[in-house]
């Protein structure tokens, strides 16, 4: 593992400077400046990379839908010039498809020390067009999400699937975490047609349970109350949408209207988007007529009153980027004109106070993988996670680790040679951090441990097979991952509706 990393903080710092290291000495000097990198073109690089190798085309498809409700981090572009354009389309040649491996031949061709592993080849038909996967959800011993016209339910030990649902239109918006009792309230539209959709439609589903519940029709008053966008959430029992400018909560048990969401300052500050978990936090724009006086305003809600607990009003001319974490609340800012390129780390206290500012730019990092799209889901930052006290940033080509309370760098590691993602997962003891590397076309990723030392400590928790290389490529890159246990699940962002461009919907690995 020691051989694909550089070290990017360690305890015994050569003597001389050390090229675009942001962790050398001070005395060394900084970094010689080097041009922007974006996500978005690499990604688009990769894709490239992928069709004229034949190995089919992986949808690059927003978090929640083209023309939907939300985009999520992946499906934002940066706008900048790269000189890895992929070719038109025109000049690219047919893909052929590729052949999934079923996991019978995954486990015959596994070598010793690589993970064990289980895929799902859902052959559901869909349109001929790019069709967004959904939030996943574990749920007891279970991986579960909605696509299209479905919610599945598949094992965690083996992948095999125990339930379905079947939805009569197709899924506009889920939230990201269920109940605690294992149930989720989803969003669908009205009609099967993409164009002219509202997306007004919620039903419960129990996800332990394997069935549809209550189904209920969202009010449309014309008052900013419409339903063409959406984002909800789901804290304790309660869910929480906010429609178009205002915002109201039910009660996921049975569907009951609980209260609508205050609007402060009417005329001046409207509800955007939420977030749920263990906490309900809800995100205003505020004075939006003026560019340089606006500002963004989060609100901790009593998930069962709507009372308002605390409020943080950004600085004028700043944004809120995304919800890290609820407990704590952690969010991200971005100035409005420049968005992503002047972003931080914000953590508050629990009165909704600053706790501390981080600016992670100078170690290299971008936010949430280069994207700042504060017209979705707040809480799709990949490249994050909070736990212990720490906030564990990654990026293309590295990860690191703040302390909350300080604002300061724990430890980081940047990768040597090619890469292609960072993914914190989790923070374990010892203020550690658990990171899933996506691998290349050929070369298969990791998952592995690192904490303070750096490149030192960096070990091994799983290395994933080389005979999912490929497959893992395509679904990683721009997908979804969950970590429990000791068990990783990734997720593509999307999948095709075309049976010659046809992809594995997930994959999972396990010691």
């Not at 760098?409 to 923070?427: D, E, I, N, Q």
């Amino acid at each position: 593992m020691s051989q694909s990393h550089e070290p990017w903080y360690t305890h015994r710092p050569p003597p001389w400077p050390v090229p675009d290291n942001p962790y050398a000495p001070e005395g060394y000097g900084p970094p010689p400046p080097r041009p922007p990198r974006r996500r978005w073109p690499l990604v688009a690089a990769v894709l490239a990379l992928l069709l004229l190798l034949g190995a089919g085309t992986y949808v690059l498809g927003e978090r929640s839908g083209a023309d939907r409700a939300r985009t999520g981090h992946a499906g934002a572009q940066s706008g900048a010039p790269s000189a890895t354009t992929p070719p038109k389309a025109s000049a690219r040649p047919t893909p052929s498809p590729s052949r999934i491996p079923t996991t019978a031949e995954i486990a015959r061709q596994r070598r010793a020390g690589e993970a064990r592993a289980w895929i799902v080849d859902d052959r559901t038909d869909l349109p001929r067009r790019n069709i967004p996967t959904e939030d996943l959800w574990i749920v007891g011993g279970t991986a579960v999400q909605a696509i299209y016209k479905r919610v599945v339910a598949h094992r965690l030990s083996d992948g095999a699937q125990l339930w379905s649902v079947d939805l009569p239109t197709p899924v506009c918006e889920t939230p990201v975490n269920a109940t605690p009792d294992g149930k989720v309230v989803i969003v669908l539209q009205n009609v099967e047609a993409w164009t002219g959709a509202r997306c007004n439609q919620l039903r419960m589903i129990d996800l332990r349970a394997g069935r549809a519940g209550w189904h209920k029709q969202l009010t449309e008053t014309g008052a900013g109350d419409g339903t063409i966008t959406v984002d909800s959430a789901i804290s304790g029992g309660t869910f929480a949408i906010v429609q178009s400018m205002k915002a109201s909560a039910y009660k996921v048990a049975d569907g009951r209207k609980l209260y609508d969401i205050p609007m402060e300052n009417p005329g001046k500050c409207y509800p955007g988007r939420v977030a749920g978990g263990s906490r309900l936090l809800v995100l205003a724009d505020c004075a939006i007529t003026a560019l340089e006086k606006a500002y963004d305003q989060v609100r901790e809600i009593d998930p069962a009153t709507g009372k308002v607990r605390w409020r943080h009003r950004t600085e004028p001319g700043r944004r809120i980027g995304q919800v890290l974490s609820v407990a704590p609340a952690v969010i991200t800012t971005a100035h409005r004109e420049t968005h992503a390129d002047d972003w931080r780390v914000v953590a508050l206290g629990p009165d909704g106070k600053v706790r501390s500012t981080i600016d992670p730019r100078p170690k290299g990092f971008k936010h949430c993988g280069d994207s700042l799209d504060t017209s979705g889901d707040a809480q799709a930052c990949r490249e994050a996670v909070v736990g212990e006290g720490l906030v564990l940033l990654g990026g293309t080509d590295r990860v690191g680790a703040y302390d909350l309370a300080t604002g300061k760098l724990v430890w980081g590691v940047k990768a040597g040679g090619t890469s292609y993602g960072y993914f914190p997962l989790r923070v374990g003891p010892g203020r550690t951090g658990l990171v899933y590397r996506v691998g290349t076309y050929s070369e298969a990723g990791r998952v592995f441990r690192v904490g303070p030392g750096g490149v030192d400590t960096v070990k091994d928790v799983l290395r994933l097979p080389a005979s999912t290389a490929r497959v893992e490529f395509g679904m990683a890159v721009v997908g979804e991952n969950a970590y429990v246990g000791d068990r990783l699940v990734i997720t593509p962002a999307g999948l095709s509706g075309n049976d010659a461009q046809h992809e594995p919907r997930m994959l999972s690995f396990a010691p």
